[in-house]
């Protein structure tokens, strides 16, 4: 057939037990033996659902991601910074638009995705509705959040549906300049005069506690999360990749001299721990009813966040509105 | 020799690059089409980083480091043309902003590969292809906006007008332009901006925009000597913002 | 708005707040698959897409999207909708046994051919045949490339339809490589971590 398919109609039903059991069981061996899902693939309606939802907010954490750093642009000191910051946020932009064409794949249109987003229908990663009042806030973002979501990149790269995991090969080989960037803005600012090392601080103590919701809350343990890992769409707990994010960038922060604001933050070094307690970070339990909150909308920077997206369409509708002709018709992307 | 020609010829065209590619990259995260975002960021850093390629040309030639001539003047030390300070209003004003610069900047650095200046020359040969890509670029969006929709012809319309007077501002001869030209490091504004005029003209012609009067449009000059609008000075200071917290820190 | 980003404080106001046009379903650009060849020798590979409302278009802007950093020497650009897709098939089935043989001797159109030569990865060029239609074009690949290695899924390409780079346009990467600032390696911090380390530890 050529290329585009029909973009699949609204999901039913995500009842796993509706699904042709032949089907199922054909499909769940593909992905225990490690082959990759492709688009044309038959796949249950509950795969389908949950990846375009996930896929889709992590391209819309990638556009509004693209905001707090972008802020501070026009403002980057010295032209070494300035053009690393502009190829930064531009290539969160270009991962926005990678991750937007692989959930495309599964069948949601890229504008009714945008669409979603503007409305608040679609979430994306609650960290990006927190203000960067200074340049050292920024140099947090793209060190530390930045090595965070490397962290779940790099989990969910070896997931089992094609598309993203190619999305997500190309968005890591761009990652490796953002944190090696990232670190190096803070160990000037560490090594710095006294300005600038307290500049760091306080934004390390006003990011700290988003930092600590960023992976989520302790996963609930139900039927979804195990069906979810078992067809390799979850791909580590919440609470694993938190602690694997502690586990490398603790140590990297201290050895900067700047303090944590936890004092409960500590690794556990006891050897006669239960299994997989062992090295495991404690730390004060992050507000999570400050999570729902801010997730919910009423963050200090949610509305700044959507309103700059839903003008930037505004702006832009007369250059798409020119270019439309009845010969250009949406298919599918395929790969 | 004298190096002052050379020089204030340099500060014109690093001035430039560096105010234009600093409006462009505002454009990051807010443009009408995800591609086009990332199209514009990247000739966004080119610029930025021609001025500093030209930047460290006069670096080697006695001037301050980059950084320091970048973040430290005030606007009437600067000499960029009066139209890459301007603010960026809608993207129909950015991109006619970008094919009338671009064309002429293309021309320009086509010229400048045949500078008696050898570093100025070795620049101009290397930053070819790129601005293949930037003519390229906004050829393409010009001749397809161009003859779009009414909405489309109307905007480009208005923003080529208000932009013609500024654009003719680029060509502003400097004092030293006899020197320029008999030593041989450029062939001059007026060159230029004859060849310029032709381009735009051929590209124009296949769209639905026409050129203004030319007998009844004063170009806006001033830029070059310092004497700039309103819009630089607060340009400036934002984009220094960091910079003048601790100007012997080291970011 | 008011914004700490001054930017933000600059943009216009435009419609209103939340209040959003939801586009008819589908009411967007149609999309362009792209292929890039990284290296001299190295055959081309699809990369992904660009939604564009033209070929032209869809060219210069996949330029940015996909070639913007790393090396590349040639790129090019065809609508999703000309591009001819085999089924698909996995473990150690070659799709090119499920497809027809097809006699094709007097066609004079190129197709470029590309495969899936892993699930996961990418597509990559195979080779040109000539043949007058699709299905001549798949019997004549599986002759000239097909029997080698298992290939899952087979593309066909009508050369025609091809925006390529012209000769004159290659040097529209020469500079990739020495654009640094985006280069991991540009930004080692070790010494500067080191010397600070030091002069911490001895105060």
Redesign the interface.
């Known amino acids: 057939m050529y290329g585009g398919g029909n973009t699949f109609e609204g999901i039913k039903t995500d009842s796993i037990t509706l699904e042709d059991p032949i089907k199922l069981a054909e499909f769940e061996a593909r992905i225990e033996r490690g082959e990759k899902i492709e688009p044309t693939d038959w796949m249950p309606q509950l795969y389908r659902k949950q990846l375009i939802r996930m896929i889709e907010q992590h391209g819309h954490s990638e556009i509004i991601g693209a905001l707090p750093e972008g802020t501070w642009i026009t403002r980057a000191p010295g032209f070494k910074r300035k053009m690393a910051l502009m190829a930064k946020v531009q290539d969160e932009v270009g991962h926005a638009q990678l991750l937007y064409s692989a959930a495309e794949t599964l069948g949601k249109s890229r504008e009714q995705m945008i669409d979603d987003l503007i409305t608040g229908k679609s979430k994306y990663s609650n960290i990006f509705n927190y203000p960067t009042f200074t340049w050292a806030d920024c140099c947090f973002i793209s060190w530390l959040v930045d090595a965070g979501a490397i962290v779940n990149q790099l989990a969910n790269a070896k997931g089992s549906y094609g598309p993203y995991c190619r999305a997500l090969d190309r968005i890591c080989a761009e990652e490796s300049f953002h944190l090696k960037y990232g670190h190096h803005c803070v160990i000037y600012l560490a090594s710095g005069t006294k300005k600038q090392r307290d500049m760091f601080q306080e934004a390390l103590n006003r990011w700290w506690p988003p930092m600590m919701h960023f992976f989520g809350p302790s996963d609930k343990i139900s039927t979804h999360t195990e069906v979810l890992m078992k067809w390799k769409v979850k791909m580590g707990t919440n609470d694993d990749m938190r602690n694997q994010f502690l586990d490398m960038y603790v140590p990297k922060i201290w050895e900067l001299g700047f303090t944590i604001p936890d004092p409960k933050l500590k690794k556990n070094i006891e050897t006669n721990l239960p299994a997989g307690q062992a090295g495991r970070w404690e730390y004060t339990e992050p507000d999570w009813e400050e999570f729902k909150r801010v997730i919910n909308g009423d963050g200090p920077c949610n509305k700044e966040r959507l309103e700059v997206r839903r003008v930037a369409e505004e702006r832009g509708k007369w250059v798409r509105e020119a270019l439309k002709t009845p010969k250009t018709k949406y298919v599918m992307p395929l790969a | 020799m004298n190096n002052l020609p050379l020089k204030e010829l340099l500060y014109k065209m690093a001035d430039d690059q560096l105010i234009l590619g600093h409006r462009n990259s505002e454009w990051t995260g807010f443009g009408p089409l995800l591609e086009e975002d990332i199209a514009f960021s990247s000739m966004a850093q080119d610029k930025v980083g021609h001025s500093l390629a030209l930047y460290t040309l006069l670096n080697q030639l006695g001037e301050s480091d980059p950084d320091t001539v970048a973040f430290t003047r005030n606007a009437n030390q600067f000499h960029n043309s009066i139209l890459t300070e301007l603010p960026n209003q809608e993207y129909d004003f950015s991109l006619i902003r970008h094919f009338l610069y671009d064309t002429a900047e293309a021309l320009r650095f086509e010229m400048l590969t045949q500078s008696s200046y050898e570093p100025l020359a070795q620049v101009a040969k290397k930053v070819r292809g790129e601005l293949r890509y930037h003519t390229l670029h906004a050829k393409t969006w010009i001749n397809q906006l161009g003859s779009a929709t009414e909405e489309s012809i109307s905007r480009l319309q208005k923003s080529l007008d208000y932009a013609m007077p500024f654009a003719l501002g680029i060509f502003e001869e400097s004092p030293y332009e006899k020197q320029i030209v008999d030593n041989g490091i450029f062939e001059g504004e007026q060159a230029l901006k004859t060849k310029w005029l032709t381009r735009v003209e051929e590209i124009l012609s296949n769209t639905s925009l026409h050129l203004p009067d030319f007998k009844i449009i004063h170009p806006v000059t001033g830029g070059r000597i310092g004497k700039h609008s309103e819009h630089l000075q607060p340009l400036l200071d934002e984009m220094s913002e960091v910079f003048r917290i601790d100007p012997g820190a080291e970011w | 708005?008011n914004?700490?980003?001054?930017?933000?404080s600059?943009?216009?106001q435009?419609?209103q707040?939340?209040k959003?046009f939801?586009?008819a379903?589908?009411?967007?650009?149609?999309?362009y698959?792209v292929f890039v060849q990284s290296k001299e020798g190295k055959p081309f590979q699809?990369?992904?897409?660009?939604?564009?409302?033209?070929l032209?278009?869809a060219y210069?802007?996949?330029?940015?999207?996909f070639t913007?950093?790393?090396t590349c020497v040639s790129l090019y650009v065809v609508d999703?909708?000309?591009?001819?897709?085999s089924?698909?098939t996995?473990?150690n089935r070659n799709v090119y046994d499920l497809l027809d043989d097809v006699n094709d001797d007097e066609g004079k159109n190129k197709f470029e051919i590309y495969h899936?030569a892993k699930?996961?990865?990418?597509?990559m060029y195979a080779g040109t045949v000539v043949a007058a239609s699709v299905g001549g074009a798949l019997s004549k690949a599986k002759a000239q490339f097909g029997k080698e290695k298992i290939v899952y899924?087979v593309?066909a390409i009508e050369t025609s339809n091809i925006r390529f780079t012209q000769h004159e346009?290659r040097?529209?990467?020469?500079?990739l490589p020495?654009?640094k600032?985006?280069?991991?390696a540009?930004?080692?911090?070790g010494g500067?971590?080191k010397?600070?380390?030091e002069s911490?530890s001895k105060s």
């Open positions: 708005m914004s700490l980003d001054p930017r933000v600059r943009l216009p435009v419609g707040e939340g959003i939801p586009k379903p589908l009411d967007q650009f149609g999309t698959e699809h990369e992904g897409i660009v939604h564009a409302p033209n032209e278009l210069v802007l996949a330029k940015e999207t913007r950093r790393f999703t909708r000309d591009v001819f897709v089924p698909l996995d473990g899936l699930r996961g990865k990418q597509h899924n593309w346009e040097e529209l990467w020469l500079t020495e654009k600032f985006r280069d991991a540009e930004y080692k911090g500067k971590l010397n600070f380390l911490s």
